[in-house]
C-alpha cells in the first residue's frame, strides 16, 4: 500500500474528461485527519467528478489520487469499509423497512455502530418499520446519513448532503459531521453550495471552476486574502458636525436621518478601524449607537473568483 504521509486524501493533478468537456482539468489538494473540508464551485465545476473519483465510482485520466494511503487507480477495497458515503440523491432500496436496510449497512462493516441509537439520532426511530419508499425527501436524506456513519468510518464523503433538508435536519446533520471529525483522526469531505454551510462545517474549502482549484485555505483566510475590507456604522446625535469624524480612519459619510445621524466607515481591516473610532469618540464624546459592523463573506469571495455568470444555462 502507498506509504500516505499521515493524509487521508491527497489528490495531485487529476483528471478527467468526458468526451470533449473536461470536467477534471489538475485538480490538486489534501484533506489531513480532523478536517472538514468543502469542495465549493459553480454547477458543472467538477466537483461530484471529483468526489466519483475519490469515492472509487469512476477512474481518472491522470493524475494522482490516494484516499487513507490507498491510490484509486488500484481501487479501494481494502479500506472501503473504513470510508462512508452521501450521495447527491440516495438510491437506497425503496421497498425495504429503515429498520433493515440499517441491519444490513450495519452487517457489512467490521465495526458497526448502535443502529437503534443512529435511527433515534435522526429522528427516525418511529420510522424503523415504515418502507423506505415512505418517507419523505428530508427523512430519505437523514437516513442517507445514519447509514453512510452505520459502519463508523474514518473518512466521510457528503455530496450536498442538506441539500433536501429543513433548517433542523440541517443542523441535525452539522452537528453529526462535527462530533464525528472534531478532536479525531477522522475527516470529511463534502460539496456544497451554500455559502453558510461551507462557513459553519468547513475548516478549509477549497474553491475550483471548471475543473480547477481558484483558491484553497479557511474560510476567515480566504475572505482576508481576496475581500479583505469591514464596514461599519452607527447613529451619533443631528447635531453632530461632520468636523468630529473627518479625521478618522475610514470616514465615508455623515446621513442625515429623523432626530440624529449615522456615520459610515470602510476601511481594509476592521481592528485598527474600531481602535481610532473609540479614540475619536473618547477625545470628541460622540454618542454610539446601533454599531453594525459587516465584514466581506465566503459569499463574495466565491463570486469574485467565479464570477456572476449562470453556467448552465
Ligand atoms: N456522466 C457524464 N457524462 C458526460 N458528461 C458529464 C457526466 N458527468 C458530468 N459531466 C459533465 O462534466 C462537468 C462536471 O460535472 P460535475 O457533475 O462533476 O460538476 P459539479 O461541480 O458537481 O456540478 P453541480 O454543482 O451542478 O452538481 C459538467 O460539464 C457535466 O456536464
Given at each position: 500500500?502507498d506509504?500516505?504521509?499521515?493524509?487521508?486524501?491527497?489528490v495531485?493533478?487529476?483528471?478527467?474528461s468526458y468526451?470533449?468537456t473536461?470536467?477534471?482539468?489538475?485538480?490538486?489538494?489534501?484533506?489531513?485527519?480532523?478536517?472538514?473540508?468543502?469542495?465549493l464551485?459553480?454547477?458543472?465545476?467538477?466537483?461530484?467528478?471529483?468526489m466519483?473519483?475519490l469515492?472509487?465510482l469512476?477512474?481518472?485520466?491522470?493524475?494522482?489520487a490516494?484516499?487513507?494511503?490507498?491510490?484509486?487507480?488500484?481501487?479501494?477495497?481494502?479500506v472501503?469499509?473504513?470510508?462512508?458515503?452521501?450521495?447527491q440523491?440516495?438510491?437506497?432500496?425503496?421497498?425495504a423497512?429503515v429498520?433493515?436496510?440499517?441491519?444490513?449497512?450495519?452487517?457489512?462493516?467490521?465495526?458497526?455502530?448502535?443502529?437503534t441509537?443512529?435511527?433515534?439520532?435522526?429522528?427516525?426511530a418511529e420510522?424503523?418499520?415504515a418502507?423506505?419508499?415512505s418517507?419523505?425527501?428530508?427523512?430519505?436524506?437523514?437516513?442517507?446519513?445514519?447509514l453512510?456513519?452505520?459502519?463508523?468510518?474514518d473518512l466521510?464523503f457528503?455530496?450536498e448532503?442538506?441539500?433536501?433538508?429543513?433548517?433542523?435536519?440541517r443542523?441535525?446533520?452539522?452537528?453529526m459531521?462535527?462530533?464525528?471529525?472534531?478532536?479525531?483522526g477522522?475527516?470529511?469531505?463534502?460539496t456544497?453550495?451554500?455559502?453558510?454551510?461551507a462557513?459553519?462545517l468547513?475548516?478549509?474549502?477549497a474553491?475550483?471552476?471548471?475543473g480547477?482549484l481558484?483558491a484553497?485555505?479557511?474560510?476567515?483566510?480566504?475572505?482576508?486574502?481576496?475581500?479583505?475590507?469591514?464596514?461599519?456604522?452607527?447613529?451619533?446625535?443631528?447635531?453632530?458636525?461632520?468636523e468630529?469624524f473627518a479625521?478618522?480612519?475610514?470616514f465615508?459619510?455623515?446621513?442625515?436621518?429623523?432626530?440624529?445621524s449615522?456615520?459610515?466607515?470602510?476601511?481594509?481591516?476592521?481592528?485598527?478601524l474600531?481602535?481610532?473610532?473609540?479614540?475619536?469618540?473618547?477625545?470628541?464624546?460622540f454618542?454610539?449607537?446601533?454599531?453594525?459592523?459587516e465584514?466581506?463573506?465566503?459569499?463574495?469571495?466565491?463570486?469574485?473568483?467565479?464570477g456572476r455568470?449562470l453556467r448552465?444555462?
Amino acid at each position: 500500500m502507498d506509504n500516505f504521509g499521515g493524509g487521508m486524501i491527497e489528490v495531485q493533478d487529476l483528471r478527467k474528461s468526458y468526451g470533449k468537456t473536461q470536467a477534471v482539468a489538475g485538480l490538486s489538494f489534501r484533506v489531513e485527519p480532523g478536517e472538514v473540508v468543502g469542495l465549493l464551485g459553480p454547477n458543472g465545476a467538477g466537483k461530484t467528478t471529483t468526489m466519483e473519483i475519490l469515492e472509487g465510482l469512476r477512474r481518472p485520466d491522470g493524475g494522482r489520487a490516494l484516499v487513507l494511503g490507498r491510490d484509486v487507480s488500484k481501487g479501494l477495497q481494502p479500506v472501503r469499509t473504513r470510508i462512508g458515503i452521501v450521495l447527491q440523491s440516495s438510491a437506497l432500496l425503496e421497498r425495504a423497512t429503515v429498520g433493515e436496510l440499517m441491519r444490513l449497512y450495519r452487517l457489512m462493516y467490521p465495526e458497526p455502530q448502535d443502529g437503534t441509537a443512529l435511527l433515534q439520532r435522526v429522528g427516525l426511530a418511529e420510522k424503523t418499520d415504515a418502507q423506505v419508499g415512505s418517507l419523505s425527501g428530508g427523512q430519505k436524506q437523514r437516513l442517507a446519513m445514519a447509514l453512510a456513519i452505520a459502519g463508523n468510518p474514518d473518512l466521510l464523503f457528503l455530496d450536498e448532503p442538506t441539500a433536501n433538508l429543513d433548517p433542523q435536519g440541517r443542523a441535525l446533520l452539522w452537528d453529526m459531521v462535527r462530533e464525528r471529525v472534531a478532536g479525531t483522526g477522522r475527516a470529511a469531505l463534502l460539496t456544497t453550495h451554500s455559502m453558510e454551510e461551507a462557513q459553519a462545517l468547513c475548516s478549509r474549502v477549497a474553491i475550483v471552476d471548471h475543473g480547477r482549484l481558484l483558491a484553497v485555505g479557511t474560510p476567515a483566510a480566504l475572505v482576508n486574502e481576496h475581500c479583505p475590507g469591514a464596514h461599519v456604522s452607527f447613529e451619533t446625535e443631528a447635531q453632530a458636525p461632520v468636523e468630529t469624524f473627518a479625521g478618522v480612519e475610514g470616514f465615508q459619510s455623515l446621513e442625515p436621518q429623523p432626530g440624529r445621524s449615522r456615520v459610515h466607515f470602510a476601511a481594509p481591516r476592521l481592528e485598527p478601524l474600531l481602535a481610532s473610532l473609540m479614540a475619536a469618540q473618547v477625545a470628541h464624546g460622540f454618542a454610539i449607537e446601533n454599531l453594525s459592523v459587516e465584514r466581506s463573506t465566503l459569499g463574495d469571495v466565491f463570486l469574485k473568483l467565479t464570477g456572476r455568470e449562470l453556467r448552465d444555462a
